[in-house]
């Protein structure tokens, strides 16, 4: 699932944030997860456990991934509980 958007249209902080989803800030990029929507399929943390750990607090550390690596990760997120928005973008 494409993580820059939601129903085909780019995502802003400000929706992610009205539908529940956390900011996990990263210098160039900032990751969102939604406990909610997350289906615990676990394709976040196998893809790279640097970013993502479960049981870490933070569970996501943006920036132990590069942009594009955190990109790829995320948008192997079936349940569409990760979402990013590149600093710059909005
Ligand atoms: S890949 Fe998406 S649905 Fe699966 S555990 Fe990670 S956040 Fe949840």
């Known amino acids: 699932m494409d993580g820059s958007k939601i129903n085909g249209k780019t995502v802003t902080e400000e ?3 009205e539908k529940g989803y956390r900011k996990y800030t990263g210098e160039d990029l ?7 929507i997350c289906e615990h399929i676990g394709n976040c943390v196998r893809g790279n456990p640097d970013v993502f750990e479960v049981g870490r607090r933070p569970w996501i550390i943006t920036d132990n991934g590069s942009v594009e690596e955190d990109i790829r990760v995320i948008d192997t997120c079936p349940s569409g509980a990760l979402k990013y928005i590149r600093k710059g973008d909005n």
């Open 15 to 17: 929706l992610l944030l």
């Open 30 to 36: 900032d990751i969102y997860y939604s406990k909610d």
